[in-house]
């Protein structure tokens, strides 16, 4: 008989990452009824979720009150104040690999809470708000774990560029993407991205599902290339059908 030798030669595969996105909006209450807050629809947020999950990342949203729904594949913590999402955030954190912060939490929250509902005073013509700093999720999460990799998103009215620019450096992320107000609820997008480089190094726009899977394709295949130490991969979903895409690849240094 005719012996045959059996090698089982396993290959170690790397678990995909687990990815951390913060999404939608936070509300800051006045009173039992008022609150603080902004249109983020969390579209975005629950597109990149999809654009993730097609990659076979792990996915956590960590998301404030919105109306639409988030895939079911993702684990999903609702939450309500700023304060809530960055500890949230700080408990999954350790498990994550990286951070998309998408989200648009409150900037200022009232400096005092009024048990009972503000009323109108006939011999006042205004109110006047005390307001204080919120947390800033992004810094604290990436003061939390430096060594996890960051993307994070600014929404600018004016000097676009050079206040993304500006917010990357501060936070110190690994990436910002660019987003403009028009896009807050809308169903398309358009976003610019700036690496560490602080150069504009790719541009999408279109429906914000494919403008997600541009940005996920960039992070995947340039982000994680240079942070692996590997070389940069071309990527078919950075030109897919459907969307304007313009891609500037830097050597990496």
Not at 147 to 171: D, H, M, P, Y
Not at 206 to 221: C, D, L, M, N, T
Request: glycine content about 8%; overall charge positive.
């Amino acid at each position: 008989a005719m012996e045959r030798e059996h090698r089982d030669i396993c290959f170690a595969r790397k678990p995909m990452p687990r990815v951390l996105i913060t999404s939608g909006p936070t509300r800051e209450y006045l009173d039992p009824v008022r609150f603080l807050s902004n249109a983020s629809s969390g579209r975005m947020g629950a597109a990149l979720a999809v654009a993730c999950l097609e990659r076979g990342f792990q996915v956590t949203i960590v998301s404030g009150p919105v109306s639409i729904e988030y895939p079911e594949a993702a684990t999903l913590i609702r939450v309500e104040s700023t304060q809530e999402m960055l500890d949230a955030g700080l408990r999954v954190l350790p498990e994550c690999d990286g951070v998309i912060a998408v989200a648009a939490p409150c900037d200022f929250t009232p400096r005092h809470f009024s048990a009972e509902k503000i009323k109108k005073h006939p011999d006042h013509d205004g109110l006047t708000l005390d307001l204080v700093k919120t947390p800033d999720v992004l810094a604290r999460l990436k003061a939390t774990k430096p060594q996890a990799w960051f993307v994070g998103f600014a929404l600018e009215t004016e000097s676009g560029i050079g206040n993304a620019v500006a917010k990357r450096q501060q936070k110190r992320c690994d990436l910002i993407v660019l987003n403009q107000p028009e896009t807050i609820g809308s169903r398309h997008g358009a976003v610019r991205l700036i690496d560490a480089s602080d150069q504009c190094v790719a541009s999408f726009q279109g429906e914000k599902g494919q403008v997600a899977r541009s940005i996920i394709g960039w992070i995947h295949s340039v982000l994680l290339a240079r942070r692996h130490g590997g070389p940069e991969k071309n990527d078919r979903n950075l030109s897919r059908p459907g969307s304007s895409v313009s891609v500037d690849h830097k050597p990496t240094q």
